[in-house]
């Protein structure tokens, strides 16, 4: 019983990844089984016990993330939903904020609302702000929607009234009464899935919580099975969108928490490294074939997002644009996400403007050289023609290439027409995706008012490693970490995380109006909800950790800053907390005497383990056979060199770029000018020195 | 060129990063505002213009202010040109030199590099209040300038670095919530001080004389592909009428817009000749306005890649004489002329609807309607609650209208219903989609809601500009127009209509009763899918008579009965006299 394995599943292939006990790292690759996910994992496990040798008895815990959960939101293939609200508010889900994600745009369509407006019932009942009841429940009125809704055939019922985080009297009714009257439906009330003001955030994630939670729930029943009927008698840990792992039984109940749990997964893996290797401020960046992501670690901490959007993740230009995609407020890991990845499509637009992304050609047909009838060159074509990927096959030989037909491509639709040679053409083009991706870096770092030449970058995903050091040179920043098995390593941060309940509250209060024993009274009760639920988990109270935190504005501002504190800070400590964050976001602070209100508290629990989860050493098998060195251009003043190819244990001595090293399942660059070097743990780092680009 | 080398890369690189300063300037005053009109509606702009004043980025917030900072900036550079200095902050917010209606405030930055200007910074923001003699300073019924509040000419908010006391002063006295506008235009300084450092930097990557010449190309740039897109539309000139229903001071004194848009090869005038003389109530649009209702109205059929700058307008000819609607001249009033900018996109919508009948739809609901409250609690503070809102597209030539979605020229959002009620006296009693009042169509239009305020102080200033109850929005190629706006007062019990532009006194347990308008439909209603007209059965949007009377649908229980509805839309076809018009503007009895 000493191994541990984790399973992204992702949209093209599912990622699994075991480490032993003397920190063996063993990886394998399988493309994901749509439609029945789980299989991939069960099969591929078993391949990856007989290529390791060890068996399933040995495995004592698996860790997951998956896309089942946004992939229902996001295909519409959710439980049949009903939604009851307060009474002259059904249409607050669909009427969302108004706002849309794209200006100028006579084809904006509307994401479809979850549940359609004949399984949105209002019940008569008003609770004020103040949690006072202004209207009381109508019984007969709450009884006849349920049944309603039962007739209507739904597999799941929310329920979401105005002011709910204040008094949930009225909530916890109908959620007896449907208890009552069908026993074991799935219903989601807003008071357990988000207390905290917003109507429509809370409504949307409520509603959210309700469509996915039976597909969660069988997709988990199913896995849990299968993986027992495999023989592994460990427990099935889901990662949240915080970051933190979660019991699969907990996750089926609060789906919500699990959407984004893929893309979390690297960030906390890029924190897990930085802790390890004593990088206190990073910024993680994931890059694959449709879309590039970006994170930050500060002072070794993630750092986290109140809400985002499912299917709203990538920007366009601008985060500004909401609207896209299904709101949810819950607990996340701030990441920004932009449209670029190696199948992004390069073309002219009418001004003669070269373009990159974020129309991509996906996987399939995939870019030029993958020969499948895409003819328009991507950024894996410009890689080619730059010699940065190797000319006759990717992922270690098994996918064959045609190089020539990448350099016929850009030269034919992009050199020509700019009058550009076909290498300069194609230096452009991955300049350019750098510079997009850029600004997902800056929409996480300059944009919060943290200047990311303070940070390392830490790359992976199949194409990160590509472009991380000439990025991290565009925006000043120095060292960029490589960490072995760069291409599966989301998979690998699942091994790194702890087990996380994150609660939260609405509670208004002005700090300078607050009687210190009322907010420690408040955070002393969130917490020991926490302490308790990780007991229920079989922590012992030496193994909880919690951490408060609470989200503040001055009053009368209607944008939030969360500051974490500690037991016995009282009002005045929170109040100045908050004027030193505002201060480090937006650059200025009120004066001492500006009013601050508390709007809400929050806390998050740990449960540690009881030996470090990951070992310091990580031992992934000995690389492929090194292959010889090839020309690769960087840009018109360097030109062609002649550019050693190499496996990472060859960087166990400096090594002066330009260089490459190519491995099973990433292929990273180090240019000219910059050093590459192994650390003590198996990374590569890149050191740019002083210079800027 | 001025004898440089253009090079395509290093071109898109700049432009990139200059876009995305623009950008985070607007997330800065995003982030720091103090207002719900610029957190939630953000009703707000930032910019970066070249050291001669041209708009080289705009970023990504308000279509309706896509003009007008082109006019603002001339104004301060025809007084200040070149005796700009460093840590200089300029301010305006006066319609008749620079500004728009006096509660957006223009700030300006110069940035120097060495001593020498090479861009101008610029932000737009509503303010909550800027005095006047109705809270949140917007009154559509103030029939002169002097009536809505402080006026700013063009001044130095700070003269190198330092405050400008007089004016701070002046400001603090003459706004109702000097902490807000104060907290707001720190905002705005903040957005600035962000966009000099990033400018800055980019600067000191590429140097003066090749930022000067990329930000130069960027306008060329945007010009080129507008003219490209340009060439490819249909030659011609169409033209399109549509009324206001009065300015809320002569009621009942119809209002006509009208547009003549002509198309020539690369380049396109939009001309508001014949519309309306200004009018007396404050719905008076600047010229500047008028041109960004051009500005976005174009756009919209453009493909979207065009930059937001000054060589887009280049190939964009927008003419309304002086002393127009279009074109106030002093002393009109105009605090309310976002009415007449919306109205005016959707005439120009009109006009290019004739033009290009495949790619635009029918009216919507004609933009945002604002609703102002505002008084003084039993403890003498100030409240004011400022909700611009507005919910129906019309239907478009390939799908229904949108739902309950903002207007394209203003990106607004509505502010939570919770929040609301835990900040103002206010409770929202209602907010939920109306039935029957989409225009029928092969494409409905959109929905609209009815939002209701219950009043909770013992008195207030509830000042409401509303439109669309007399012109309705009207539908196309035989599409129904939407149903009209309503207002309603419901006190002691009684339910009390209300004109559409108005300005009473509230009291404690009033609740006044918005309704949005419909949108308009497009195509032949018979032509509608019986699926779809179901569906809105059951969603509870249309009834059951009106899917009979308008679609020719025959809904029984939770079905379409095929063989009634067949008979039924056979019959309605037989019975009409005449083809169907191609807009239609008066709802069928």
Not at chain 1, 573 to 594: D, I, Q
Not at chain 1, 649 to 668: F, H, K, S, V, W
Not at chain 2, 569 to 586: D, H, I, Q
Request: with cysteine; proline share 6%.
């Amino acid at each position: 019983m000493s191994w541990r394995v984790s399973a992204d599943i992702g949209g093209t292939f599912t990622d699994l990844v075991a480490i032993g006990p003397q920190g063996e790292l063993r990886t394998k690759k399988v493309s994901s089984s749509v439609g029945d996910y789980g299989r991939a994992i069960v099969e591929g496990l078993g391949q990856l016990f007989v290529e390791a040798g060890f068996a399933a008895a040995a495995v004592e815990e698996v860790l997951h993330a998956t896309t089942v959960a946004s992939n229902a939101i996001l295909e519409h293939k959710g439980a049949k939903t009903g939604l009851i609200t307060t009474q002259g508010f059904r249409d607050v889900l669909e009427i969302r904020t108004l706002r849309m994600p794209r200006l100028y745009d006579l084809r904006w369509e509307k994401p479809v609302a979850l549940v359609p407006r004949h399984l949105r019932l209002g019940v008569r009942e008003r609770v004020l702000h103040t949690g006072a009841v202004e209207t009381p429940l109508d019984e007969a009125g709450a009884r006849a929607a349920v049944e309603a809704l039962l007739a209507e055939g739904v597999e799941a019922i929310a329920v979401c009234l105005l002011h709910s985080y204040a008094n949930p009297a009225h909530e916890r009714r109908i959620g007896a009464i449907i208890a009552e009257l069908a026993p074991g439906l799935p219903a989601s009330l807003s008071v357990d899935v988000l207390p905290e003001m917003k109507e429509y955030e809370r409504t949307s994630t409520t509603v959210i919580n309700s469509y996915i939670g039976p597909v969660l729930g069988r997709y988990l029943g199913a896995l849990g099975q299968d993986l027992r009927a495999a023989g592994l008698q460990g427990p099935l840990l889901l990662m949240q969108s915080s970051g933190g792992l979660m019991p699969a039984a907990e996750a089926a109940r609060l789906p919500v928490r699990v959407v984004e749990s893929g893309p979390a997964a690297g960030v906390i893996g890029a924190q897990a490294l930085a802790k390890r290797i004593g990088l206190p401020n990073a910024i993680s960046f994931d890059m694959g074939g449709t879309t590039a992501k970006a994170g930050v670690i500060e002072n070794y901490q993630v750092a986290q997002a109140a809400e985002y959007s499912v299917g709203g993740g990538i920007m366009v230009g601008s985060r500004l644009l909401s609207g896209a995609g299904y709101q949810l407020k819950v607990p996340s890991i701030d990441l920004a996400e932009v449209g670029a990845g190696g199948g992004s499509l390069i073309r002219i637009d009418a001004a003669g403007a070269p373009q990159v992304g974020p129309e991509s050609a996906g996987a399939d047909p995939g870019p030029v050289c993958y020969g499948r009838g895409n003819a328009q060159p991507t950024v894996t074509d410009a890689n080619v023609v730059l010699g940065y990927l190797n000319p006759r096959a990717l992922v270690g030989g098994a996918l064959p290439i045609d190089a020539a037909a990448s350099r016929a491509a850009i030269a034919g639709k992009i050199a020509t027409p700019l009058g550009l040679t076909p290498e300069e053409a194609a230096h452009g083009a991955h300049l350019i995706a750098a510079s997009n991706m850029i600004r997902a870096i800056k929409a996480v770092s300059s944009e919060r008012g943290r200047d990311p030449r303070g940070f390392a970058l830490v790359a992976f995903g199949g194409n990160g490693p590509l472009f991380a050091a000439g990025m991290a040179q565009a925006l000043g920043m120095r060292r960029v970490v490589v960490p072995p098995s760069a291409g599966v390593f989301s998979a690998v941060g699942l091994l790194a995380s702890d087990v996380e309940v994150h609660l939260a509250r609405s509670w208004r209060r002005a700090t300078h109006r607050l009687d210190p024993a009322a907010l420690e009274e408040a955070a002393a009760a969130l917490e020991a909800e926490a302490r308790a639920r990780l007991a229920a988990q079989g922590f012992p109270p030496e193994r909880i950790v919690v951490q408060r935190a609470a989200t503040l504005r001055y009053q009368g501002q209607s944008f939030e800053l969360q500051v974490g504190f500690a037991a016995g800070d009282g009002p005045a400590v929170l109040a100045e907390g908050f004027g030193a964050e505002h201060e480090r976001t937006y650059g200025h602070r009120a004066g001492p005497g500006e009013p601050v209100e508390i709007v809400a508290l929050q806390v998050v629990g740990r449960g540690l383990p009881d030996r470090p989860r990951m070992p310091d050493r990580l031992a992934p098998p000995a690389a492929a056979t090194p292959q010889p060195a090839r020309p690769a251009y960087f840009g018109r003043a360097a030109g062609w060199l002649d550019t050693p190819v190499l496996a990472r244990a060859a960087l166990a001595a400096p090594r002066q770029g330009p260089a490459i090293i190519e491995e099973y399942d990433c292929t990273c660059l180090v240019p000219p000018g910059a050093t590459a070097a192994l650390d003590d743990f198996g990374n590569i780092i890149i050191d740019l020195g002083e210079s800027s680009a | 060129m001025q004898g440089r080398s253009y090079d395509p890369i290093e071109f898109e690189l700049f432009k990139n990063a200059l876009f995305s300063i623009a950008d985070e300037m607007a997330l800065t005053i995003h982030r720091t505002t103090y207002s719900a009109v610029l957190k939630d509606n953000m009703d707000y702009s930032t910019a970066f213009c070249d050291a001669a004043g041209r708009l080289v980025a705009q970023g990504l917030t308000l279509p309706s202010h896509l003009g007008s900072i082109p006019e603002a900036l001339a104004a301060v550079m025809r007084r200040y040109g070149e005796e700009m200095a460093e840590g200089d902050i300029f301010v305006l917010n006066d319609p008749f030199e620079g500004g728009m209606h006096l509660p957006d405030i223009f700030l300006f930055q110069p940035i120097f590099v060495n001593g020498e200007r090479v861009a101008i910074a610029a932000t737009i923001c509503h303010h909550t209040d800027v005095g006047g003699r109705v809270p949140g300073s917007n009154a559509s019924d103030s029939t002169e300038i002097y009536q809505e509040g402080l006026r700013i000419p063009p001044l130095r908010l700070y003269e190198r670095g330092k405050p400008n006391e007089t004016l701070h002063m002046m400001i603090d006295r003459n706004v109702r919530v000097p902490v807000k506008v104060f907290g707001d235009l720190r905002a705005q300084l903040a957005a600035c001080t962000i966009a000099e450092r990033a400018f800055k930097e980019l600067v000191a990557r590429y140097g003066v004389a090749e930022t000067r010449f990329y930000m130069n190309e960027l306008l060329d740039y945007a010009e080129r592909l507008t003219r490209a897109a340009l060439r490819a539309l249909p030659d011609g000139e169409w033209s399109f009428e549509d009324h206001i229903d009065d300015d809320g001071v002569e009621i009942g004194k119809p209002i006509p817009l009208r547009v003549r848009v002509e198309k020539r090869g690369d380049r396109m005038v939009v001309d508001w000749t014949g519309t309306s003389p200004q009018v007396k109530g404050a719905i008076n649009n600047t010229f500047s306005y008028t041109r960004s209702a051009a500005y976005c109205g174009i756009r919209s059929i453009l493909p979207a890649n065009i930059p937001n700058n000054e060589g887009y307008f280049r190939a964009i000819e927008v003419i309304a004489p002086a002393g127009t609607i279009a074109h106030g001249v002093l002393p009109a009033a105009c605090a309310a002329r976002g009415l007449t900018g919306f109205r005016m996109v959707d005439t120009l919508f009109g006009a290019l609807a004739m033009m290009l009948p495949e790619q635009v739809g029918a009216a919507g609901d004609g933009g945002n309607l604002g609703v102002s409250l505002g008084g003084w609690t039993k403890e003498r503070q100030p409240f004011i609650y400022v909700d611009f809102t507005c919910s129906a597209w019309g239907g478009r030539p390939w799908g229904d209208g949108l739902d309950g979605n903002s207007h394209m020229f203003a990106n607004m959002a509505s502010p939570s219903i919770e929040v609301t009620e835990a900040e103002q006296p206010i409770q929202i009693t209602e907010y939920e989609f109306l039935l029957d009042t989409m225009g029928a169509g092969q494409w409905r239009g959109g929905a609209p809601f009815a939002r209701e305020y219950k009043f909770l102080e013992a008195e207030a200033v509830l000042q409401v500009r509303a439109d669309r109850r007399e012109f309705l929005p009207f539908g196309l190629q035989g599409g129904q127009p939407g149903a009209p706006s309503m207002n309603w007062l419901l006190r002691d019990g009684r339910r009390e209509k209300l004109p559409s532009k108005f300005c009473i006194t509230l009291k404690h347990g009033d609740v006044f009763r918005l309704e949005v308008p419909g949108g308009g439909g497009w195509g032949d209603p018979l032509l509608r899918d019986p699926a779809l007209v179901l569906r809105d059965v059951r969603n509870g949007l249309v009834s059951v008579a009106a899917a009979r009377r308008d679609h020719g649908v025959v809904v029984e229980g939770r079905a379409v009965d095929e063989a009634a509805t067949e008979w039924l839309r056979a019959e309605m076809r037989a019975a009409r006299t005449a083809p169907l018009p191609a807009v239609v503007r008066e709802r069928a009895a």
